[in-house]
């Protein structure tokens, strides 16, 4: 499995920004994914997470009604649109696929990892 992430950069408070996470391989149609992040110096944590036929969205408290998860099957594709954004969302934000076809919240459900990709949010 090789998940690649990309979308992110620099942005200011208040702006919008999609990440997007390809699965090149196509074999993660079947099973759940998500998305966490890391801030420098802080624990990986979870931020939303989508089941296998893109239902079942899960959100952080912390991001909830601000970042939308979605997920285009044909495309082996994984989004999260974000809105909103504040200093606190600046993290390595990463996917991440669950060894099941369902969505979760917990990190040790999931078993396959993609790079990060960088999102900066100044003030």
């Known amino acids: 499995v090789q998940l690649q992430a990309s979308g992110g950069g620099l942005v200011q408070a208040g702006d919008s920004l999609r990440l997007s996470c390809t699965d090149p391989r196509r074999t993660s149609s079947n099973n759940g994914m998500g998305w966490f992040r890391q801030a420098p110096g802080k624990d990986r944590d979870f931020v939303a997470a989508i089941a296998w036929n893109g239902g079942g969205a899960l959100y952080a408290d912390s991001v909830k009604d601000r970042f939308t998860i979605s997920r285009d099957r044909a495309k082996n594709t994984m989004y999260l649109q974000m809105s909103g954004l504040t200093p606190e969302d600046t993290a390595v934000y990463y996917c991440?696929?669950?060894?099941?076809?369902?969505?979760?919240?917990?990190?040790?459900?999931?078993?396959?990892w993609g790079q990060g990709t960088l999102v900066t949010v100044s003030s």
């Open positions: 991440a696929r669950t060894r099941g076809a369902w969505s979760s919240r917990t990190r040790s459900d999931y078993i396959y």
